[in-house]
């Protein structure tokens, strides 16, 4: 497959109350034309300043990217004029973000938002703007869809603004679609169709997706490839019908037990991970999830650990992993 994006050793840091915090910690991965990846963890684990580091969305200060590179068709974003990666946001690249409440400017009609885009990134003019924009939001299942351009954010549902946001990302039909957590606000019937549009979408687009989110249980049938991130690093890495068949970093095997289900030994009281995450403003020498894990040993604490490849295409970041690869699938 051809390649569309190569992130190597991405570093981003935030000056806060004098304290260094270490939110994006060497990550690397990659992502080829028409895949989906899906970045998962526990809040606070670096998912949204990663992608947002690659947007150059990071503002400086208090935040700033350290190092890395980001190839996107053969350019690197981290080094990419700002002028050059304005535009490219929204017209390669486009972001759908977590809280549809508060991404839409509350006193522009909907679409003004939507066709101004459109005309910057497409070179389009005012009428075929409006038109490209009606398209769109049909295309996202928005009813009376061209009457409704004249509305404002407040006289739509959240899962309506949601659709409105989706319609605003891919009007320029963008090579990849970033997703950060944008089911998070939702009930959960809306986050099944939100869920179910951005896949058929991608579908008909052919475009490449990184999915944001906490809930390994929603990315389980809609991605290629996961990346478990803890601590301001990825620990794991593999496709998803590896990942779920056999964990091989505990903290992805402690996410798993914590899915709710219906049957079996967890039918009951849930599995919750003990401990605290790490505070990523101290120093961590070894292994990050160590003091939350019923397996670490004396070198998890004190020494780092790179990403090892334990099978074609699977990765992860601990001492014990083939030891955990031997125990099996997590029970069920």
């Not at 809040?43 to 990663?50: D, I, L, N």
Request: with cysteine; net charge neutral.
């Amino acid at each position: 497959m051809t390649r569309l994006l190569e992130v190597r050793d991405l570093v981003t840091r935030f000056r806060s109350d004098g304290a260094i915090v270490q939110a994006v910690r060497g990550v690397s991965f990659d992502l080829d034309v028409g895949q989906t990846l899906a970045i998962v963890g526990e809040s606070g684990s670096g998912k949204s300043v990663t992608v947002m580091s690659l947007m150059g969305l990071v503002r400086d200060p208090p935040g700033h990217v350290e190092g890395g590179q980001a190839m996107f068709l053969g350019s690197d974003l981290l080094r990419m004029p700002p002028d050059a990666l304005r535009r490219l946001r929204g017209k390669e690249i486009a972001m759908i973000f977590q809280d549809p409440m508060t991404s839409l400017n509350p006193v522009l009609p909907i679409g003004l938002q939507l066709t101004e885009q459109i005309e910057e990134h497409l070179r389009l003019g005012r009428k075929a703007s409006h038109e490209r924009a009606v398209e769109m939001l049909e295309l996202v299942g928005l009813p009376r869809a061209r009457e409704r351009m004249r509305d404002f954010a407040f006289q739509f549902s959240g899962g309506q603004r949601q659709r409105i946001m989706i319609a605003m990302a891919l009007s320029c039909e963008p090579r990849l679609l970033i997703a950060d957590e944008p089911t998070t606000a939702l009930d959960v019937t809306i986050q099944g169709q939100i869920v179910e549009l951005v896949r058929s979408l991608q579908a008909k687009l052919g475009m490449a997706v990184i999915w944001i989110s906490h809930n390994l249980a929603l990315v389980a049938g809609m991605v290629d490839q996961v990346a478990v991130m803890y601590g301001g690093q990825i620990v794991e890495m593999a496709s998803v019908d590896d990942l779920y068949e056999l964990p091989r970093h505990p903290y992805t095997r402690a996410l798993l037990r914590s899915i709710p289900s219906p049957v079996g030994r967890r039918q009951g009281r849930l599995a919750a991970i003990g401990g605290m995450p790490p505070d990523l403003r101290q120093p961590i020498v070894g292994c990050a999830f160590a003091p939350r894990c019923a397996h670490a040993l004396e070198a998890c604490r004190l020494m780092p650990q790179s990403l090892d490849a334990l099978a074609p295409g699977h990765v992860a970041r601990c001492w014990r992993a083939r030891d955990l690869a031997a125990a099996g699938a997590v029970p069920a």
